[in-house]
């Protein structure tokens, strides 16, 4: 069906709103600038579902509503195409940016610059419903480049404090290492099927041969390196190895903005696009395998990490890290369903934590969780809400992330192969891991004796109810939202994976029931033990983590807690490099030496020449000048004389 | 073809194209007879003449014919006969835009001027409206001779503009200037005066796009260096750009406007105007090895940024950057890369001549280039703040500006030439991000540096003078084909005349006799 202005409006309001909190809000909005925000997003929200009631029942929508670039036989449009995937990402996207923009009411409240935040976050969620609903790869380019503006903006929210700055520049131009390869990718797409609408490109795939093409001197399929160049994008904006490190650093920004954009729904966007472009990804087993192997090492990376960090929110960073490597690993193993699944249930979880964790730094004022503890009694239904949270996400019976975390390591284990039996292992292995640092977090943020001094204790109180109904709510999400996609085990079908079949299809899974309860029985197995393992470190053995950390002479701890020490390789290699290139090469010598010593040089030597001929002190355009009659007369006989015969 | 073929005369109730040439020259002229003291006088009949010359070119844009790639609104009369010299204008597609843009830069240059020249006034503005005059004259030229009258007419000024008005380094910067740029068009009038002799002795543009594509390959190739030197210098190209960094950053406000928006687009005009349809045979051999010198260009312009502690310097090593992606869109010869670089020669015009806009008024309060003197200008300066962004976004090719579309054009089309030159172009755009990002962080981000604590933001001259390039960053961006529209035929044209051009040959085989 065709487009309507029900669809339209969908990324129409917050735009709106962002205009005009932009416009206004400086000098008439200002601290009422949440409700023009607020109630657009809500908006959005009550059509995103009108939308996927629609979608339900069987309807998708695709459109173009404006042309616009064209030259030669390129011709880009902005259009809608509204299919199962898209109605599971606007809910997602404006459910989540729904409660965060009531959350920042309180979280953000006083604030200065409070309606440019709000400005900012109405700019995203746009940016992010255009990316979602895009029907070809230019608007999905802008979408992308758009909600990365945002990030920058966002993480740099407060930009007079040197860390948030660079972090929001570090952000923006990491992701542009992944933009580099992603360009180029749908740059092939068009030379190849001469299009870049998602309906015609993917049609056109259906009973094509791939070209095997020669990169660098290597053969390779031309469909493997398409495939592989926009995984690149995905790879920067999902935050996977080698492009992962600003995702750490984008915790400078206030943390709704972690909430929603660095863990709920931007950074879910590399995800996305791999599931979208499912079509060219099934045709190329070398990029399936890439991806699912970028997305195991990511998340197995990412988690032993998580395991040493002290800053709350640096924790539930790494874990986001972790767990897009999860829906990554999905992707490559081609339950896509499993990953967008996973990419749904996390955006509650996940967006939960992050929004505990503010109500956290916004009660003790501090982030490091060694100030922290005991907490409990202090706030309840933060605490409440962050143990449910943690025990979804570490896979406990029932909850969300039991489910969406399940199939994957189911899928992966079916997969078939000693790659597919490797992937589950490290899925299970990281689940372990997952479900230890998620609580030792609690452990040390909720449990035990307060560290932060009596006088800071004094103080510590619930947050107001903005904060804490948001909280609520996420936390019915990350307690029931995987019950759309019970596993067929159960004895039914899953609803979840059979409504976006018709976009994402279904993998063959090489397996029993006995295994696959296996699976699930070993997963819940390992959450709890990696649970029971924080509560003896942490809960009861407090000397126990300071031996551990000193073993090997600390050396395996101090890799962790710095991050295996990429970004001080990235510094030296990248930055450092080129600086340095920059300054002692090309402005000193190229630049310097080399070039402007032949300007000055030829002149002066001239003149030098000159001088002795005919021993005349004249100015420098003198010298200038009877180079230049030289110059004329010697080229006008070299034009002539080899030109003309 | 004949001459009269592809000209489609004015039928406009002025002769449009000789009233935006003469009207800022005989303007500068009158204004001479103005007292020099009368300041006020001075600068308002300079912006009169400005805003009248912009209002009388508005027509080009709106009666152009798109659908065809011929010269539009032409005049003809003899000039010097007895040289078949003609007085010969006329616009097409490739040429029409930069008409406009001329118009529109010079009443941002006076505007921008008005409280920050205050030595020799009137000078000042004579020098100003002449550049425009002979700016337009070069983009307006269908006669190779009075091509030349403008081309070198307008250096005259421009020299004097650095020379005069510019910073404390403005003497080494105008005899480089000076001397890249002269050494450029002396080579080009020997390229000139080849071509009217083994052209059937014709200085006529459309004449010539007929007689010299008939020429051996040889003698082609010569001549097509011949002009390549001028172009190259002016876009500038690497390794001739070492005069820009030096005349942007000594050069006044009004004068890195003009050198940046206009001067330097005239090489990549030169390029599409006479190098391409006049030796397409030389133009196929030499296609690669400029879009390879492209590259170098986009890739050393934008490292060298890195090692900048000037603020003008790093622009204008930013536009050697820029005007790498123009060269190389240009040179992979197909619609994309051409309309692209097209674009991108106005995108150009419009960010860079924003920046410096924007350098200059913040300058003027400052006196200040050092980026390390500036710090926190977010907090102090809000309105700058937003609009150094929307141009900063525009410098990286963030979609929905105009940069990207020029961007996106250039990449798809070099890519589709030549894909490891496209692979190494396309990492310009991670080497610009990288560079203006930190400009911004380091001027507009972090502790309010105690310098710009106090300064004052943006005035409301100051906000007409910049606003301009704000509109068409967003207008390019959003609906390019308003602009893309007026390119169609005439790149299409140029297509076919250089597609006619032998390919068997390569340029190793020329160079070596066959």
Redesign the interface.
């Known amino acids: 069906m065709d487009i309507t202005m029900v669809h339209i409006l969908i990324p129409a309001l917050p735009f709106l709103a962002f205009l005009v909190n932009g416009l206004l809000g400086a000098r008439l909005i200002r601290d009422q600038a949440h409700w023009v925000a607020t109630l657009a997003v809500a908006g959005s929200w009550v059509l995103s579902v009108m939308t996927l009631m629609d979608v339900l029942h069987g309807k998708t929508f695709y459109g173009n509503i404006y042309t616009w670039i064209s030259s030669g036989g390129l011709d880009v449009s902005v259009g809608f195409s509204i299919d199962p995937l898209t109605a599971v990402m606007l809910i997602v996207v404006t459910t989540v940016s729904t409660l965060v923009h009531v959350y920042s009411v309180g979280y953000m409240h006083g604030e200065r610059g409070y309606w440019r935040f709000y400005a900012y976050l109405s700019l995203f969620t746009f940016s992010m419903l255009m990316l979602v609903m895009s029907n070809n790869f230019v608007q999905l380019f802008f979408g992308w480049e758009a909600v990365g503006l945002c990030s920058y903006l966002l993480i740099g929210f407060y930009y007079d404090k040197e860390a948030a700055a660079v972090a929001g520049s570090k952000a923006f131009i990491v992701n542009r290492f992944g933009d580099f390869g992603f360009a180029l990718g749908v740059f092939l797409v068009f030379l190849t099927f001469g299009s870049l609408d998602y309906r015609t490109v993917f049609a056109a795939l259906s009973g094509w041969e791939s070209p095997v093409v020669e990169v660098f001197g290597l053969e390779a399929d031309l469909v493997t390196v398409i495939a592989l160049l926009l995984f690149c994008g995905a790879v920067g904006k999902s935050a996977q190895i080698p492009l992962h490190v600003w995702l750490p650093d984008a915790m400078e920004g206030p943390t709704p903005v972690s909430a929603l954009i660095h863990a709920a729904t931007m950074v879910t966007a590399g995800v996305f696009l791999v599931a979208r472009c499912n079509p060219l990804f099934n045709l190329s087993a070398t990029a399936m395998s890439t991806v699912a192997i970028v997305g195991a090492i990511t998340s197995l990376f990412a988690a032993t990490i998580a395991l040493v960090q002290n800053d709350i929110k640096r924790v539930v960073a790494y874990s986001t890290i972790s767990q897009l490597g999860y829906m990554v690993l999905a992707c490559g193993v081609g339950a896509y369903s499993a990953g967008i699944f996973h990419l749904y249930t996390h955006a509650f979880f996940k967006a939960l934590l992050f929004l505990g964790a503010g109500s956290v730094i916004h009660a003790v004022h501090d982030q490091d969780i060694r100030n922290m503890g005991g907490l409990f009694k202090h706030m309840k239904i933060t605490a409440i809400t962050f143990w449910i949270a943690s025990l979804s996400i570490s896979g406990f019976p029932l909850l969300a992330g039991f489910f969406s975390k399940d199939e994957i390591l189911w899928m992966a284990y079916a997969s078939g192969g000693v790659q597919g039996k490797l992937l589950w292992l490290v899925g299970t292995l990281v689940a372990l891991l997952t479900a230890f640092y998620s609580f030792r977090l609690i452990f040390l943020t909720f449990h035990g004796e307060f560290r932060g001094g009596h006088e800071k204790e004094h103080h510590l109180h619930e947050s107001s109810p903005v904060i804490t109904v948001p909280l609520i709510i996420l936390c019915v999400g990350a307690v029931a939202s995987g019950w759309v996609g019970l596993p067929p085990v159960f004895g039914m079908e899953n609803q979840f994976a059979h409504f976006l079949q018709p976009v994402l299809g279904h993998p063959e899974a090489h397996g029993t029931h006995a295994e696959e309860w296996m699976v699930m029985g070993v997963s819940v197995a390992v959450g709890l033990l990696g649970i029971g393992a924080a509560w003896v470190l942490y809960g009861r053995r407090s000397d126990l983590p300071a031996r551990l950390g000193a073993l090997a002479n600390g050396v395996p701890y101090r890799w962790l807690l710095n991050k295996y020490y990429v970004d001080e390789l990235y510094n030296l290699v990248f930055i450092r490099a080129t600086v340095a290139a920059a300054r002692n090469v090309l402005v000193a010598v190229t630049d310097g030496a080399v070039i402007e010593g032949i300007v000055n040089g030829v002149p002066a030597m001239i003149g030098r020449i000159s001088e002795k001929v005919r021993g005349l002190q004249t100015g420098v355009l003198h010298h200038y000048a009877s180079i230049m009659a030289f110059g004329v007369l010697l080229l006008f006989a070299i034009v002539i004389g080899w030109g003309g015969g | 073809m004949t001459d009269l073929d592809s000209m489609i005369p004015n039928t406009l109730a002025y002769p449009i194209l000789t009233v935006l040439t003469f009207l800022p020259i005989v303007g500068g002229l009158l204004l001479m007879l103005v007292p020099s003291s009368s300041h006020r006088l001075i600068r308002t009949s300079a912006l009169g003449m400005t805003l009248l010359t912009f209002l009388l070119s508005l027509p080009l844009f709106t009666s152009f014919d798109k659908s065809t790639w011929m010269m539009q609104f032409t005049e003809n009369r003899p000039w010097i006969e007895a040289w078949n010299i003609n007085y010969s204008l006329g616009v097409d597609g490739i040429s029409v835009l930069f008409v406009l843009l001329s118009t529109l830069v010079a009443i941002l240059c006076v505007l921008i001027s008005w409280t920050a020249i205050e030595q020799k006034v009137k000078e000042f503005h004579v020098a100003i409206l002449i550049i425009e005059g002979a700016m337009i004259g070069v983009f307006c030229s269908l006669d190779l001779f009075l091509f030349y009258v403008f081309w070198e007419a307008m250096l005259i000024p421009m020299y004097l503009l650095i020379g005069i008005w510019g910073g404390p380094g403005r003497l080494y910067a105008t ?2 200037f ?3 740029t ?2 450029g068009s ?2 080009m ?3 000139i005066i ?1 071509l009217y002799l ?1 052209g059937g002795q014709t200085f006529s543009i459309p004449e010539l796009m007929a007689q010299a594509p008939g020429f051996s390959v ?2 082609q ?3 097509w260096v ?1 002009f390549f030197a001028a172009f190259a210098v002016k876009v500038p190209m690497f ?1 001739v750009h ?1 005069w820009l960094p030096d005349a942007h950053t000594e050069a006044p406000t009004a004068g890195s406007v003009i050198l940046a928006a206009v001067l330097i687009k005239m090489g990549a005009y030169g390029f599409l105007r006479f190098s391409i349809p006049f030796f397409p045979g030389a133009t196929q051999l030499m296609a690669v090895p400029m879009m390879a010198l492209s590259v170098v260009a986009i890739v ?1 312009g934008a ?6 502690t000037d603020l003008k310097r790093l622009i204008a090593y930013s536009s050697v950057s820029h005007m790498g992606f123009v060269t190389l869109g240009i040179f992979a010869l ?3 890369g051409l ?2 670089g097209i674009l991108q020669m106005l995108n150009h015009g419009v960010v860079t001549g924003g920046l410096f806009l924007m350098v200059g008024a913040v300058y003027e309060r400052t006196h200040s280039r050092e980026i390390a003197y500036y710090g ?1 200008m ?2 102090s300066l ?1 309105v700058y703040a937003v609009f150094f962004m929307v141009l900063t ?1 525009s410098a990286i090719g ?3 500006t105009n940069g ?2 020029g961007e ?2 250039i ?2 089309g070099g ?2 030439r030549h894909k490891p030159l ?2 190494v172009a ?2 310009g ?3 610009g ?2 560079y203006m ?2 400009l ?2 380091r001027v ?5 540096s105690e310098n710009v604590s106090a300064l004052q933001d943006l005035t409301g001259r100051e906000i007409v003078a910049v606003l301009p390039m704000l509109i068409f960053v967003f207008w390019i961006g ?1 609906y ?2 308003a602009f ?1 529209g007026f390119m ?1 035929a005439s790149v299409e044209h140029l297509i076919a005349q250089v597609g006619q051009a032998e390919e068997t040959l390569t340029l190793a085989q020329v160079l070596m006799g066959r």
């Open positions: 005899i480089k000076f001397l890249y002269l050494v002396l080579l009038l020997i390229g080849t083994k040889e003698l190739l010569t001549l011949a390794p070492t050393y490292v060298i940024c890195y090692g900048q197909n619609t994309q309309e692209g926190g977010a907090r809000p976004l963030f979609p929905t990207f579309i996106f054009l990449l798809l890519f589709a496209g692979v396309a990492t755009v991670i080497l991000a990288g990002l930190w911004y962080r507009f981000f972090q502790e309010t959003l390019p084909n893309l169609h």
